[in-house]
Nanobody
Framework: QMVLVESGGGLVQAGGSLRLSCAAS????????MGWFRQAPGKEREFVGS?????????IYSDSVKGRFTISRDNAKNTVYLQMNSLRPEDTAVYYC????????????????WGQGTQVTVSS
């Protein structure tokens, strides 16, 4: 069982930046790939990015955020981060942290544990 808690969301102007954090419980954090997903009002939840680093970092991103968002993790702190730059109004969503055993994946269905989400609002 893993508990995930997101933080760092808020209101930001278009073009600005935010860094989200996700703190995970447990003693086997390194064995999990960590993912970020988001869900905008009235839309389906979508993949943002994922990171896996038991022996080196492997990351993947959706095309919509590639070049603007960066995922990183600090295994000593059981924490994964999502650095969001050049934010756009269409980035407005609830952002969720998720975890799965094994390597990076894009599918929502492959993630076992989920946080409660943190709201990111980007004004125009």
């Amino acid at each position: 069982q893993m508990v995930l808690v997101e933080s760092g969301g808020g209101l930001v102007q278009a073009g600005g930046s935010l860094r989200l954090s996700c703190a995970a419980s447990g003693r086997t954090f390194e064995t999990y790939a960590m993912g970020w997903f988001r869900q905008a009002p009235g839309k389906e939840r979508e993949f943002v990015g994922s990171i896996y680093s038991p022996n080196g970092t492997n990351t993947i991103y959706s095309d919509s955020v590639k070049g603007r968002f960066t995922i990183s993790r600090d295994n000593a702190k059981n924490t994964v981060y999502l650095q969001m730059n050049s934010l756009r109004p269409e980035d407005t969503a609830v952002y969720y942290c998720a975890a799965r055993r094994g390597t990076v994946r894009r599918s929502i269905a492959l993630y076992e544990y989920w946080g409660q989400g943190t709201q990111v609002t980007v004004s125009s």
